[in-house]
């Protein structure tokens, strides 16, 4: 049970290879990255429930007595392995007032902890009155897995508050980890707040923010990847907004209309994934600049294929160009349809000067 605050972080993510294919079963590498979104929870004896999202201006509070309200609605045969339900959604959202004005990002971060704390309150014992703060260093809608390290945040602070899993601070120690089996819990509760932010999630965002490091994700299955170089990546934000939702959706019509045309580039990405794998483990058996430019034609074969599937978008093909006048390499990652692209760094080269940097920078300002 949560005694005094606790602090926690996950980290967001980029995915190297297999954007959109991993929805259909083909493998992707996804990296943690250095940007995290924050959650501190601290007891409360106000009898309120109180969540505050500074990043979007947000501040939102029950009444803990009127939350119990709803826990009818999601106890009965209730665990993490079952999908939201569009009766649990909808008395959420009736519960919530989203037809009021809220944002979109608003109304899916609202909804998402609001399933999370009754969900998670119904299954192992009532969360106690709590004030919870979140904020990220991750832009929202860009493809770098902003909404999953938000949920993997409220599964493990709301596990924690209920008792579900356990405190693992210690005075002597500032920064720890949940044991494996814990983490495994955090991660299926955090895919459940992905559910009902994106619809259906293929499950990696919330693992990278659940595990970090480099994970291969193939069906449900994943690979934490021990033996990989480390790579410097250039993350250019086109700050072109889009639905992840619907980006899946497109995809998938397209399959269904054309299934012996996408079919075969649904496979060609599954082997790009694998083939990147298998370099990234020879680079580090062997580390050689050899490499780079395999790594960067597979960014180059990636980012054609993923134009053709349809998740493409006019500022990714800007950075794209603008990049390759500088010598480098780039691809979207996540969703695309706009959000960020992700450029590789060799690490001998220092390939832009300052003036170009701003250059660089300039270019992406109309976006």
């Not at 259906?200 to 291969?216: E, I, M, Q």
Request: charged fraction near 20%; aromatic fraction near 6%; glycine fraction near 8%.
């Amino acid at each position: 049970m949560l005694a005094k605050p606790l602090t926690l972080s996950a980290p967001g993510k980029a995915i190297l290879h297999g954007e959109h294919a991993v929805v259909h079963g083909k493998a992707a590498l996804a990296v943690a990255l250095n940007l995290r979104t924050f959650l501190q929870i601290r007891p409360s004896n106000n009898g309120k429930v109180v969540i505050c999202l500074p990043n979007i201006g947000t501040s939102l509070n029950w009444e803990a007595a009127r939350l119990r309200t709803l826990l009818t609605a999601f106890s009965d045969g209730l665990d993490e392995s079952k999908c939201p339900s569009p009766e649990q959604m909808e008395s959420l959202k009736e519960f919530a007032g989203i037809t009021t004005g809220l944002s979109a990002t608003e109304s899916l971060g609202t909804l998402a902890f609001l399933y999370l704390y009754l969900s998670i309150s119904a299954k192992y014992g009532q969360v106690p009155s709590v004030e919870i703060v979140v904020w990220s260093e991750l832009p929202t809608g860009a493809g770098l897995g902003s909404s999953a390290a938000y949920s993997v945040c409220l599964a493990a602070a709301l596990l924690t508050a209920c008792g579900a899993i356990g405190c693992p601070l210690e005075e002597e120690k500032p920064v720890v980890r949940w044991p494996e089996e814990e983490l495994d819990l955090i991660n299926r509760w955090a895919f459940r707040g992905e559910q009902v932010i994106h619809g259906k999630p293929s499950g990696v965002d919330n693992s990278v923010a659940t595990w970090g490091g480099v994970l291969r994700f193939q069906s449900g299955k994943i690979t934490s990847l021990k033996r990989v170089p480390t790579l410097r990546i250039l993350l250019t934000n086109t700050k072109v907004s889009r639905s992840t939702k619907i980006l899946v959706a497109r995809v998938k019509d397209k399959i269904l209309k054309f299934p012996a045309i996408m079919n075969p580039v649904l496979a060609s990405i599954d082997a790009i994934s694998h083939e990147c794998e298998s370099v990234l483990e020879a680079m580090a058996v062997s580390p050689s600049q050899d490499y780079y430019p395999v790594l960067e034609e597979l960014f180059d074969i990636n980012q054609h294929h993923l134009n053709v599937i349809g998740v493409g978008h006019s500022s990714l093909d800007s950075v794209c160009r603008v990049t390759a006048t500088h010598g480098l390499h780039s691809k979207l990652t996540g969703a695309g349809g706009g959000g960020c692209a992700i450029t590789l760094l060799r690490p001998e080269l220092f390939y832009i000067s300052p003036a170009e940097l701003v250059e660089l920078v300039e270019s992406f300002s109309l976006y």
